[in-house]
């Protein structure tokens, strides 16, 4: 299970929060960081290794440990590899948390997004937000999969008239050739006035739909120039 | 709640460890049941019976809040004589026209009251008859009635835009006609046995609810109700809202803390792309859409459209400023403030009528941003043969989605109705940025704006809509430039000039939430609304966002944690309008301004300062006094009284009975969804006579009380997938949780078709046949409705053919039909048939469903 999601519906059964807040965090981790997790400095681990003597060795030995130390069930430090003492969160290491919103429903949970030499690294719950109080459900936890999600597309696909597959569009060329096709279908949908001499000053050439996903101000765009361009026909997911 | 809005719950779960009463009432029982007090499992679609029969008892017991209904609802005032209700005639009010299919609503009038304004779309209904009356003598009145309700309000701006004179009233209640007691009697057969009788629940069960709720409303308590499109998307939706309107305002729970009714919305700003609406019937703040027939200037429109009364009396400052803020200079007094570069409408342009266009080919071009309506809308065949009759579509999104797709994989080309090589849409797919790379708003379920910053940059090809927009806008100015033609006016007079940053000169999104505040004249950002002005001094975006901006700071970007705050959190995020927590919070205090009781006091009158004060902004004019009885004349705000709590509305009352605004009726109605299995145990009507439909061979609708399609089905969201899965199925995470279509069905139900646990089943409607795992599961109850015992199945909507996690769609179960006051589809309850094991597949598949056809006599589908 993923340690995000897992973090939240433990903490969820256990009436926490479902994002622990990350200096927390940080500071007292000692649950497994997940298998994509970025390792410490190597030079710090070989070091280590190099003055180890025997006792050391039998030290590393987890039943050795399990059995003289102070912790019999094998649950904690006992059973700690170099490797994964060495693990540290993701999120320690990061450049920048930045202050955003989760992108699924509109509760409008508050988060933390952790940025690594220009990349998200992690997205937990913001423990400020009054809204949400670090918590996080199953999708918000799942939104750092979201935003680094191997199947993304981030180049322009075109599909030409009857054609059978995609192909390779460069952006300026795909706006440029939308342009010119908003700007015909306007023409063709135009209405002056309808039959009985009512103005309309319209085009039923095309329509948008979609706006429950974006913000306010992108929505306010495509309203202004829709209707400057006497487009009526804009819809999104509220009707839906 | 628990499932699809997970963390909000958790105040929830908070009230419950503080001594509230959860009760859950859902067809299902879900993780919300399970931690609920009560869970009252009931039939899809029977919600008006059971909120009819929570009125009934209010009233019949006498447990109505009778100082709030007397002081902040139309409770006293009477209906006019000729008002006929559904108990005499037959399930249906007067005013019906069952040649048009609609309501003429001037006989719900008040006494005394000459007429008031309509509900949205209603305009080209009575625009002939308009028309015909200007040749007969007795015009007047009849010409302005007609005027009226043919306006365009989308149930906010004209609401009784014309009510002129006071309506009479009986203080006593005690009058035959006084709205109390017409309620009274519109609801008095919804008893307890009766709604047991539709709803499928036991009459105890119903009684612990009516008990449970009207003890918890006091002075001292107040109850919420909770809702999400289960009450929206039916075909008497707006209704199923009157309904728990009422009940509130009759139990004193609106403006109060702990109270109100509070819709679940599903996307991160669904809120707000109705707030600014990429919507067709509106312009930002709820302004209503200029129709083509009367508006032909922008005083008639505001005479036909504007109240005098209420804080909608402001309607010309608010529209004159966001003709500024569009059109600039351009929009001068003596252009009427560019008031005709404003398409007008005609009629219905929704969602569902653009794609029976598409299908028509009377609309060429589509772009989709950031939705996936060939899987997510009802109807799914009718929405892929729209995308399949397009001359290009734009898809903006991250993932390849089914709508992007659908002419390579769609389910038409398996069946072979479509081929790709003849499909001749252009397609063009374009990659957005997600959240992460773009800054801006949005707003959430509790109209709170929250700013998101920008954490990196998006990718390769990848844009925000702000910059695929902006600069679509510009290049389309340029190609424009120089033209002559006047319909080419208001593209090139258009404000749109943002300053941009970095090498892909992304507009600033900071700039364009200050267009959307608004400035004065000396081009200082605005601070509230009431600032604005009707002279063109004054722009604003979207006027109830007014104050976003205030002084240059962006109020949306405000972060004081929670745990430094008291429980408004009035310093985290801006709620609109004017960053107010909780609308109407006036009735939070009596008629004299004291609050109801000191546990639940939340905003009151501080005679010594003269002021409003309390936790939260409040929703009055700060130093209007409790007494403050209006002139004869006034307008605008100061036409309500120092009581008037309800300040949109021109008389300022709460109402209970809506003698205008509604298309289908002053008061909710049972009426039984459009496929139903069974008949209408409270009226003689079966379903709404206003309703909308579709009749094409694409959209072919059930026989309601079909034995072919025996049984209801609902569909819902899982926590673990979003709506149609663009932002979900294509994640490891999340479809390993929830790795499979499946429907849920009683064990009752499985024994009698003989479906197995984990194994297969096809599911049979009119427009098509689609497969699902099953699960058998107690969590969905038969229940015995009249004389018969109604099955339900769960149906999670989630899936289509892309992504990690794969499955039939199960909106293309559905058929079309609307509410006729917003055109919402009814997709939470339709009927089907069941079988075990899987669909056939290709043409097999629409043989199969003919034949299902043939035999309920439904006539034969098709693509045309
Ligand atoms: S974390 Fe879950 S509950 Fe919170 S906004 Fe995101 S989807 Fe909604």
Known sequence: ????????????????????????????????????????????????????????????????????????????????????????????????????????CAVG?????????????????????????????????????????????????????????????????????????????????????????????????????????????????????????????VENQARI | MAEAHPVGFQWVMEAKARGATIIHVDPRFTRTSAVADLHVPFRAGADIAFLGGLINYVLSEGKDFREYVTTFTNAAEIVGEDFVDTEDMAGIFSGYNAETGRYDPISWQLEGVDYEAPAAGMRDHWEPELRDETNQSEQGRQREHHAAIGSDTAGGAGDAAHATGSPRRDETLQHPRCVYQVLKRHYARYTPEAVSQVCGMGVDEFLAVARAITENSTRDRTTAWVYSVGWTHHSVGAQYIRGAAILQTLLGNMGRPGGGILALRGHASIQGSTDIPTLYDLLPGYIPMPNAHLHEDLRSFLDADAAKTGFWGNMDTYLVSLLKAWWGDAATAENDFAFDYLPRLTGDHGTYGIVRDQIDRKTYGYFVVGENPAVGHAN??????????????????????????????????????????????????????????????????????????????????????????????????????????????????????????????????EAVLAEINGYDADGNHLASYTELKADGSTTAGCWIYTGVYKDGVNQADRRKPGTEQDWVAAEWGWAWPANRRTLYNRASADADGKPWSERKAYVWWDAEQGTWTG??????????????????????????????????????????????????????????????????????????????????????????????????????????????????????????????????????????????????????????????????????????????????????????????????????????????????????????????????????????????????????????
């Open chain 1, 1 to 104: 299970m993923a340690p995000a999601v897992f973090n939240t519906v433990v903490a969820g059964y256990l009436g926490q929060a479902g994002s622990i807040p990350v200096r927390l965090r940080h500071k007292h981790c000692h649950t497994s960081p997940g298998p994509d997790a970025v390792p410490e400095g190597e030079n710090h681990h070989v070091a280590r290794r190099a003055c180890m003597g025997v006792r050391t060795w039998l030290g590393e030995w987890p039943i050795f440990r399990q059995a003289t130390g102070p912790d019999p069930l094998g649950r904690g430090a006992a059973v700690q590899s170099p490797r994964t003492q060495a693990l540290g969160p993701r999120t320690a290491d990061a450049d920048e948390v930045v202050k955003s919103i989760c992108p699924y």
């Open chain 1, 109 to 233: 949970c508050g988060q933390n997004v952790y940025v690594r030499d220009g990349r998200v690294t992690q997205i937990e719950g913001d423990p400020d937000s009054p809204v949400s109080r670090g918590r996080l459900c199953p999708k918000g936890s799942a939104s750092t999969s979201l935003v680094t999600s191997p199947s993304r597309v981030t180049t322009v696909k075109y599909r030409r008239p009857h054609g059978t597959e995609w192909e390779d569009l460069d952006l300026d060329t795909a706006l440029d050739m939308i342009a010119d096709r908003v700007i015909d279908a306007r023409r063709r949908g135009w209405q002056d006035t309808d039959d009985e001499g009512r103005v309309l000053r319209r085009t039923l050439g095309f329509s948008s739909l979609g706006g429950a996903t974006l913000d306010n101000e992108e929505n306010y765009l495509i309203k202004k120039l829709f209707m400057a361009l006497g487009a009526i026909q």
């Open chain 2, 380 to 509: 799914g065949k009718m929405q892929r043969l729209g995308l399949a009759n397009l001359d290009w579509l734009v898809v903006r999104d991250m993932q390849m989605i089914e709508t992007a797709t659908f002419w390579k994989d769609g389910p038409e080309i398996e069946t072979g109705e479509l081929r790709t090589e003849d499909i001749g849409t252009e397609v063009f797919f374009l990659p957005c940025a997600n959240h992460t790379e773009k800054a801006g708003t949005f707003t959430n379920t509790q109209r709170l704006l929250q700013w998101r910053r920008e954490a990196v940059h998006p990718p390769a090809d990848a844009r925000s809509e702000l910059h695929f927009y902006f600069h679509l806008g510009k290049r389309i100015r340029e190609k424009l430039a120089g033209s002559t033609d006047d319909r080419d006016r208001p593209i090139l007079d258009l404000t749109w000039d943002y300053p941009t940053f970095g090498v892909h000169e992304e507009p600033d999104p």
């Open chain 2, 615 to 864: 936790h939260d902004i409040p929703d009055v004019e700060a130093t209007k006094p409790p007494t403050y009885v209006p002139e004869d004349g006034a307008t605008r705000q100061d036409a309500l009284s120092g009581t008037d709590a309800f300040i949109m509305q021109t008389d300022g009352k709460a109402w209970l009975y809506a003698p205008a605004g509604l298309a289908d009726g002053p008061m909710p109605t049972h009426y039984e969804p459009v496929e139903s299995p069974v008949a209408n145990l409270l009226h003689e009507q079966q379903d709404n006579p206003a309703l909308e439909r579709i009749d094409r061979a694409w959209n072919r609708i059930n026989p309601s009380q079909s034995e072919v399609y025996p049984y209801a089905f609902l569909t819902y969201r899982l926590t673990e997938h979003h709506t149609a899965g663009g932002m979900s199925r294509f994640l490891g995470y999340l479809s390993e949780l929830q790795p499979e279509f499946f429907c849920e069905v009683s064990p009752a139900l499985a024994a009698e078709r003989h479906l197995e646990h984990l194994g297969w089943a096809t599911l049979i409607s009119a427009r098509t046949a689609i497969e699902a795992r099953v699960l058998v599961t107690e969590r969905m109850k038969p229940l015995r409705i009249g004389d018969r015992v109604v099955h339900q199945i769960g149906l999670p909507y989630h899936w289509g053919s892309n992504g990690l996690s794969t499955g039939d769609p199960a909106n293309d179960l559905l058929g079309v039909v609307m509410d006729p006051n917003v055109h919402i589809q009814e997709s939470k309850v339709a009927t089907c048939d069941i079988q075990p094991g899987r669909r056939p597949r290709g043409p097999a598949l629409l043989e199969f469903v003919e034949s299902y056809r043939r035999k309920a006599g439904v006539e034969p589908g098709g693509i045309t």
